[in-house]
C-alpha cells in the first residue's frame, strides 16, 4: 500500500502547488477522485503471501492547513538546539569526570612534594616524614570511603559523586605508596624485604579495594604493583621471591578481570606478567634461576588459560579464519602463545639443556588439557604445535661432540656423524627425547582427543602430522639424511601406526553415523 500512498500524498501536493487559486468546491472534488481511485487500487489481491485483503482509509488533506507552519506556544519552554545540548554534554563530562581526576592527581602529587619540601627545609625527622605522608593516605582512604557510603546531599546537581571516593582513594594509595618508598630509598628506614612485601601489600590491598571503587582505584593498584620490583634496591635479586609476588599479582589481576568484566585489564596484565621474565633473563640471569622461571611461565600459561576474557576480533564468513580469529582474539590466546615464546628464549639462553625441553614439553602438555577441558581453548593446542616446531628447528647443533658410549664400549674408532636412532653422542640425548615426548603428546594425546573436541579436523591432522614432520626433522638434525636402515625401520613403524589410528578413527565414525 505505500505505492499508492506516495501517488497521492504527490498528487495532492502538484494540486496545491499548480492551482493555489482553487476553491473549496474544486478541493472536494478532486479529493473524491482520489478516494475513488484508492478504492479501485484496494481491490487488487495483496502482495504478501498469506495476507488477507487490507483496507486503506486516507484521509483528505485540507488546503489551508497542509503548510501552514506550527504557530510557537508562548506558555512551552524554549527546547535546547543540538549543538546546544552537545556543548553541555562535554561541560558537564569536564566537570563531573576529568576535573575530579586532576584534582586527585594534584592531591597525590601534593604528598610528594611533601617529602621533597621536607628534605629542602630539614623539617622534622625521617621517620616523622613517613608518618606524616602515611596519615595523609590514611584520611583520604578514609575520605574516599565514607563519600562511597555517604555522598553529599545535592552533590549530583554539580559532579557526579561517583567520580569522588575513587579519586580520593587512589590518592590515599599513591600518599601510602610514596611514602613507604621513601622510608626504603630515601631514609632507610625500611630494609629490602621489609619494603618489599609492605609495597606488595599496598598494590594487593588497592586491587581488593578496586572491587568497590572501580576502575581507576585498579588500574593504580596494577600499575605500583609491576613497578615494586624495580623500585627495591638489593645487591643480589632474589628470583623466588620476585616471580612468586608477580605470580600472585597476576592472579589478582585475572581474576578482577573476570568478576568485573574489565576486558582492557587482560592486556596490563599480560605486558606486565611477562615483561619481567624477560627483563630477567637480560639483566640478573643465572643458571639457578631455570627452574623459577620455568615454573612461573607454566604457572603463567595456566593462569591465562583458566582466566581469560574475550577481545574485539576480525569478523569473516570463513570459518577457517573465523576459527582462528577466535583463538588469536582471546586473551587465552595471546597470553599463552607469549608464554611459549618466552619458554624457547628461555631455552635458547639455557643453551637448550634437559630442563629447558622439560618445561616445553609440559607447555604442550598442558595446551592438550586445557584443550580437552574447554571448547573455547582448543586452539591453544595448535599454538602449542608450533612452539614445539620452533623450538627443535632453532635447537643449536653441538659443536663439540663426544663419542657414542656404546662406541666407547666395543673401542670403535669414533665418526663426526651422522649418526643412527639408536647410537648418538650424549650431546644428542636431551633433543632426541624432546623429538620424542612431543611426538606421543601430539600424536596419542591429539588421537585419544578427536572424540571430546569440538574442532576435529584440526586435532586429528595435528595428530597425524606431528608426528611425522618430527621424525623428518630428526632424521635431518641427528641422520643428516642418510641413507640407513634404522631409519627406514622407524619410517616404516610409524606408517604402520598412521594406518592404525586412521582405520580406528573411521570405524568409530561409522558406527556414530552408519557409514563409513
Known amino acids: 500500500l505505500d505505492p499508492v500512498a506516495g501517488d497521492v500524498r504527490k498528487t495532492v501536493s502538484e494540486a496545491l502547488i499548480d492551482r493555489p487559486q482553487q476553491t473549496e468546491a474544486e478541493s472536494a472534488a478532486d479529493s473524491e477522485t482520489v478516494l475513488a481511485e484508492e478504492e479501485a487500487e484496494t481491490d487488487r489481491p495483496s502482495i504478501l503471501e498469506g495476507e ?4 486503506a482509509v486516507f484521509e483528505p488533506i485540507e488546503a489551508d492547513t497542509a503548510f501552514v507552519a506550527e504557530e510557537p506556544d508562548p506558555d512551552r519552554p524554549p527546547q535546547p538546539s543540538a549543538a546546544a545540548a552537545a556543548g553541555t554534554g562535554w561541560e558537564e563530562k569536564i566537570a563531573s569526570s576529568w576535573m575530579i581526576w586532576l584534582g586527585g592527581l594534584t592531591v597525590a602529587l601534593a604528598a610528594v612534594f611533601l617529602f621533597r619540601y621536607a ?9 616523622t616524614r613517613v608518618v606524616l605522608g602515611m596519615s595523609l593516605g590514611g584520611v583520604l582512604l578514609a575520605a574516599g570511603e565514607w ?12 559532579v557526579n559523586p561517583d567520580y569522588v571516593p575513587p579519586a580520593l582513594s587512589a590518592s590515599g594509595i599513591f600518599a601510602i605508596f610514596v611514602s613507604i618508598y621513601a622510608a626504603h630509598a630515601l631514609y632507610g628506614l625500611l630494609g629490602p624485604a621489609s619494603a618489599f612485601v609492605t609495597l606488595a601489600m599496598v598494590a594487593y590491598s588497592a586491587l581488593v579495594l578496586s572491587l568497590r571503587q572501580g576502575w581507576f582505584v585498579a588500574l593504580l593498584g596494577i600499575l605500583a604493583g609491576y613497578f615494586v620490583p624495580a623500585m627495591i634496591s638489593v ?37 606486565g606478567a611477562l615483561f619481567w621474565p624477560y627483563f630477567w633473563t637480560i639483566s640478573a640471569w643465572k643458571i639457578s634461576d631455570q627452574g623459577v622461571l620455568g615454573i612461573y611461565l607454566l604457572g603463567m600459561a595456566a593462569a591465562f588459560s583458566a ?3 574475550q577481545l574485539p576480533r576480525f569478523q569473516t564468513g570463513d570459518p577457517t579464519l573465523r576459527w582462528i580469529a577466535e583463538t588469536a582474539s582471546r586473551s587465552s590466546g595471546i597470553g599463552f602463545a607469549l608464554t611459549g615464546v618466552l619458554l624457547v628464549h628461555l631455552g635458547g639462553i639455557a643453551d637448550f639443556n634437559a630442563a629447558a625441553f622439560a618445561f616445553i614439553v609440559a607447555y604442550t602438555g598442558l595446551a592438550l588439557g586445557v584443550g580437552l577441558w574447554r571448547h573455547s581453548l582448543e586452539g591453544l593446542f595448535a599454538i602449542a604445535a608450533i612452539v614445539a616446531i620452533t623450538t627443535v ?55 585419544f582427543g578427536i572424540r571430546r573436541v569440538a574442532a576435529k579436523i584440526v586435532w586429528a591432522g595435528l595428530s597425524a602430522f606431528m608426528p611425522v614432520l618430527l621424525f623428518a626433522i630428526a632424521y635431518w638434525r641427528i641422520g643428516e639424511f642418510e641413507v640407513s636402515i634404522d631409519w627406514a625401520g622407524w619410517a616404516l613403524g610409524l606408517a604402520v601406526l598412521q594406518l592404525l589410528a586412521a582405520s580406528s578413527v573411521a570405524r568409530g565414525f561409522a558406527s556414530a553415523h552408519g557409514a563409513v
Open 235 to 271: 645487591p643480589e635479586p632474589n628470583a623466588t621471591a620476585t616471580f612468586v609476588y608477580l605470580f600472585v599479582l597476576t592472579l589478582g589481576a585475572l581474576l578482577l578481570m573476570v568478576w568485573r568484566n574489565w576486558r582492557w585489564f587482560s592486556i596490563l596484565a599480560i605486558a
Open 393 to 447: 628447528l632453532i635447537w643449536p647443533q653441538p659443536i663439540e661432540i663426544s663419542p657414542p658410549t656404546r662406541v666407547q664400549e666395543l673401542g670403535i674408532e669414533p665418526v663426526a656423524g651422522p649418526f643412527g636412532p639408536y647410537v648418538m653422542p650424549p650431546e644428542f640425548y636431551a633433543f632426541s627425547r624432546a623429538i620424542w615426548a612431543f611426538a606421543a603428546v601430539f600424536g596419542l594425546g591429539g588421537f
Open 307 to 309: 582466566l581469560s576474557t
Open 147 to 158: 563519600t562511597q557510603r555517604s555522598p553529599f546531599a545535592g552533590a549530583d546537581r554539580i
Open 119 to 127: 628534605v629542602d627545609q630539614g623539617w622534622l625527622t625521617p621517620l
Open 52 to 55: 488477507g485483503e487490507a483496507e
